[in-house]
T-cell receptor
Framework: EAGVVQSPRYKIIEKKQPVAFWCNPI?????LYWYLQNLGQGPELLIR????????DSQLPKDRFSAERLKGVDSTLKIQPAELGDSAVYLC???????????FGQGTRLTVV | ELKVEQNPLFLSMQEGKNYTIYCNYS?????LYWYRQDPGKSLESLFV?????AVKQEGRLMASLDTKARLSTLHITAAVHDLSATYFC????????????FGEGTQLTVNP
């Protein structure tokens, strides 16, 4: 069974440019998460979806970050415009339902130059 | 605000030795997870601990949870090189859905 799939794996962009990340969760998983992981640190939650509804986005910097999960399956995370400090790994995770074990994708490593 | 602290943050040990990684957290929770992360890779789920006194073992790793002390431990028995990785504990305090708060991670190096 396929795990959580993310693309691209790596992305290098110039500051002030837009960037988007894509996530396909495990089939049947209703809950989807986006996490940010800075080098040498643990992941931090950006946003959580239950089906297509964003139920926890309190940590998402809404001035430049946006996310969507149309039809309650795939999700995209967008940054516009990107800043140097956004360089990090963006991890997507999914779980069968709320309060169950989360499974992580391989992440997208973003470098802003 | 929930704080999750792991120690040590860096651990270098010899093969065959035993050691324990500690995870302390500041808010009541009865759901705690341990993950492993290899360099450049994603997080692999190791253990799910869902109640006070829970103990789980897989190979040379054993995890336990004491919710009263707000403490989880990850014990390594007779370490081997393949265990070299970064280990994270994550505490879930979500009341209407998961909100994992991760520790800083313990970078483990097992030397031959």
């Amino acid at each position: 069974e396929a795990g959580v799939v993310q693309s691209p794996r790596y992305k290098i962009i110039e500051k002030k440019q837009p960037v988007a990340f894509w996530c396909n969760p495990i089939s049947g998983h209703n809950t989807l998460y986006w996490y940010l992981q800075n080098l040498g640190q643990g992941p931090e939650l950006l946003i959580r979806y239950e089906n297509e509804e964003a139920v926890d986005d309190s940590q998402l910097p809404k001035d430049r970050f946006s996310a969507e999960r149309l039809k309650g399956v795939d999700s995209t995370l967008k940054i516009q415009p990107a800043e140097l400090g956004d360089s990090a790994v963006y991890l997507c995770a999914s779980s069968l339902m709320m309060n169950t074990e989360a499974f992580f994708g391989q992440g997208t490593r973003l470098t802003v130059v | 605000e929930l704080k999750v602290e792991q120690n040590p943050l860096f651990l270098s040990m010899q093969e065959g030795k035993n050691y324990t990684i500690y995870c302390n957290y500041s808010t009541t929770s009865d759901r705690l997870y341990w993950y492993r992360q290899d360099p450049g890779k994603s997080l692999e789920s190791l253990f799910v601990l869902l109640s006070n006194g829970a103990v789980k073992q897989e190979g040379r790793l054993m995890a336990s949870l004491d919710t009263k002390a707000r403490l989880s431990t990850l014990h390594i028995t007779a370490a081997v090189h393949d265990l070299s990785a970064t280990y994270f504990c994550a505490v879930d305090i979500g009341t209407s859905g998961s909100r994992l708060t991760f520790g800083e991670g313990t970078q483990l190096t097992v030397n031959p």
